[in-house]
């Protein structure tokens, strides 16, 4: 493995000077950082610092608010949601196409920010732009397919005209992880907006300024600035004064928070999406090409140093190809360039935090202690990063271990070879989760065939995740404790509206008619049943 920075020499050292680190002068220059955190509303006068998992320099300190900064927000979002709610679909789309742009040009800023505050590698902060991007010109573009009204069929064919309508479901609280720190604060939004809502957000303390980034920029596209209000602070002291407030709830993060979540939505009988954890399998089947293979799995394992939900974690491998695989997996992963840094050659930078550093090192201890072997990587490396762990592949992992079964979110995967198509599916479906899966084979039939069988919400064949989760089109989410609800397509989009139908009675009637009697009535109705059926009706 190479290292893109093996100086030990941080990055930037103490508080960032514009006139001296080309970074700061980019992105980080103070009075951008204020026009950021201004967004917060916050009265407290709290602040909480921020630190970039580059080389732990300070980068901001941002407002803290309290659950009556939560309620002001409700008040701004419902007042603005009234009014944006009678906006036409074009005006919406308008806003959307605008932010597309916008996000496009603003990228380098964009990336510098991501990277500074998340420590991921640039390309990665990449697939963040992108994924805006694609959500904003996807839901632009297919406002009036989702949204529009539709013509029903009524009880009697003419009699009844019905109209079935997407009405907004008012103010959507979004509560969102560190991990995608622009996409997740932002992309499942986007069509909250687009179907005449508001939105109070609650991003993750870790990843603040990425996330008023895309505020400030949702802004410039053109939406009202209070139909987008940015809350700050821990998700357990505001999560229940936001759910208590919400139409609907979004999040994303941890299965454990899910669960809380989906009770107190339960309790205000509002409805909620969450997108949770994975322990995603790829499965290479005897006919995969092994190069092809190798280089997905190189990137479905490492991407964002394996702290992306649909991140794989586990490979099963069919045994006529086992060896070769082995061989191309970790030499491709020996070749990754490691860094922390800005640059676009870092394949995978540093973890998050500490505590994320903390799961992988205890993950690959408790593995290594209880007999399984290190195939590549396996220490953490300060050198590059204070946070840093190499990419790690496992062999020999038992259900004893911890990481057999938990997920760890970061760059470590447990490799196990398998004799039987069937028993390789078993394996993979066993546990809890059921995110995401992948297959390689060049029999793509057959493994469209078999995918039918993997318990995951999404499965890529002959791709990592990638296939899958750019499909925007499509739904995205997982199956058992993976999460509920979709986001993406039309489930992505119909989750913030209230289905409502109109029915409009002409003619007659459909109760009684003409003073006819009960029987007369019943039979009449009778009769247009069995005529409808005939017909073919629905
Ligand atoms: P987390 O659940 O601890 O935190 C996520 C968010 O929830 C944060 O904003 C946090 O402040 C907030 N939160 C925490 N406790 C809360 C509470 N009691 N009430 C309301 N909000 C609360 O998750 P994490 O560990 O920071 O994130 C990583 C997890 O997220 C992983 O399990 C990962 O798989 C999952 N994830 C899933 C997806 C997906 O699309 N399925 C995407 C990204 C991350």
Partial sequence: MSASNPSPEPLVEGPRDPEHDPRAAYVLEPAHVARLTDRVLSTTGRTLPLTSPLDGAPLAHIPQSSTEDVAEAYARARAAQKAWARTPLEQRSAALLRLHD?????????????????????????????????????????????????????????????????????????????????????????????AGNAVVTKPDAQTMLTALLGAEMIEQAGFPRDLWVVVAGPGREL????????DYICFTGSTATGKIIAKQCAEQLIGCSLELGGKNPILVLRDADVEKAAEGAVRASFSNAGQLCVSTERMFVA??????????????????????GLDWEI??????????????????????????????????????????????????????????????????????RFHDEADA?????????????????????????????????????????????????????????????????????????????VATQRVIKVAQNFGMSAEAHAKLMTLSLRVLKKLGRA
């Fill in 347 to 416: 394949d995978m930078g540093p973890l998050i935090s500490e505590d994320q550093l903390d799961t992988a090192v205890a993950h690959v201890d408790d593995a290594v202690a209880k007999g399984a072997r290190v195939l590549a990587g396996g220490n953490a490396r300060p050198d590059i990063a204070p946070y840093f762990f190499e990419p790690t592949i496992l062999e020999g992992v038992t259900p004893e271990m911890t990481c057999f079964g938990n997920e760890t979110f970061g760059p470590v995967v447990s490799i196990y």
């Fill in 425 to 501: 599916i078993a394996r993979a479906n066993d546990g809890e989760y059921g995110l995401n899966a992948s297959i390689y084979s060049q029999d793509g039939k057959r493994a469209r065939e078999l995918a039918k069988q993997v318990k995951c919400g999404t499965v890529n064949i002959n791709e990592g995740f990638a296939s899958a989760f750019g499909s925007i089109d499509s739904p995205m989410g997982g199956m058992r404790e993976s999460g509920m609800g979709r986001r993406q397509g039309a489930e992505g989009i119909h989750r913030y509206t209230e289905s409502q139908t």
């Fill in 102 to 194: 916008i996000v496009l040009d603003r990228l380098p800023e964009i990336l510098d920010l991501i990277t500074l505050e998340s420590g991921k590698a640039r390309k990665h902060a990449y697939d963040e732009a992108l994924h805006v991007a694609l959500t904003a010109r996807y839901y632009a573009r297919k406002a009036h397919q989702h949204l529009d009204s539709r013509r029903r069929a009524g009880v009697i064919p003419v009699l009844t005209r019905v109209d079935h309508n997407r009405v907004p479901k008012g103010v959507v609280g979004i509560i969102s992880p560190w991990n995608y720190p622009l996409t997740m604060a932002i992309s499942d939004g986007l069509p909250a907006l687009m």
């Fill in 319 to 340: 045994d006529q190809v086992y060896d070769r695989f082995v061989e191309r997996f970790v030499a491709r992963t020996e070749a990754m360039s490691l860094g922390a």
């Fill in 239 to 246: 999560g229940t004064p936001m759910i208590e407030r919400s």
